[in-house]
């Protein structure tokens, strides 16, 4: 997926560097997935750029995450066995703590006024919404930020808003929150950062922000803007 990747690899000088395709054993379910999603109820009509081949977002889905988790285990293991004791309660500490992160949301989101989640950026958690039962309203339609959005999906966008009474929209990490804003004012709405754990900054790194920490404040935000329990 990530251009650079390709880059690093010729670029390692090692003999026999570690390469672990972590996706690889997930390939099926993520297919399974979107296949799903051709149907999704946001998509008022199918759009052209709307091609739905690949969702690379796996990561926003805990147990998705977890299952990465697996594969790169898997492979440090059987790599470098006389450590395989040492790699495994790693490994079983992060799955619980994946399984616990999905346990979470299910209870933080039970009960919400709210389904729908009106997101001012590309169509990063797919993923998400399918393992936790929400609707996604993406202001582009395409996977990736470089996709345009179009006048038809922003209208629809805008008009579901209003239908329902939604209070806040989300925006994204990456891209400039410059049609979030547009979007806010044109509907009255206020603002959430919806972060989709692309990767961190410099600053996130010195202040030892992981995915989960991410994900914790994903799930405060969502608690506020679906007006789940006493939010
Ligand atoms: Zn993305």
């Not at 972060?195 to 961190?200: I, L, R």
Request: charged share 25%; with cysteine; glycine share 6%.
């Amino acid at each position: 997926m990530e251009v650079w990747a390709e880059k690093i690899l010729t670029g390692i000088n090692k003999k026999n560097p570690l390469i672990v395709e972590a996706g690889r054993g997930i390939d099926s379910e993520v297919k399974n997935i979107n296949q799903e999603h051709r149907h999704h109820p946001a998509d008022p009509l199918p759009d052209k750029e709307h091609t739905h081949e690949y969702d690379p977002h796996i990561w926003v889905d805990p147990l998705l995450a977890s299952l990465l988790a697996r594969a790169i285990f898997t492979s440090l293991s059987q790599t470098d066995p006389p450590s395989s004791d040492f790699y495994r309660k790693n490994a079983e500490l992060l799955f619980k703590k994946f399984n616990e992160l999905d346990l979470q949301i299910k209870q933080s989101l039970s009960g919400c006024r709210q389904h729908t989640l009106v997101f001012g950026g590309h169509f990063a958690f797919g993923h998400f919404v399918k393992r936790y039962n929400l609707e996604f309203i993406p202001a582009y339609r395409g996977f990736s930020p470089n996709s345009e959005p179009s006048a038809r999906q922003l209208a629809y966008l805008i008009k579901t808003v209003k239908e329902k009474n939604i209070k806040y929209i989300y925006y994204e990490e990456l891209l400039s929150p410059k049609l979030a804003y547009m979007l806010s004012k044109e509907t009255g709405c206020a603002l959430l950062l919806l972060h989709a754990a692309h990767n961190v900054g410099r600053e996130e790194i010195k202040k030892n922000i992981t995915y989960f920490d991410i994900m914790t404040g994903n799930i405060e935000n969502l608690k506020k803007g679906l007006e789940c329990g006493n939010n």
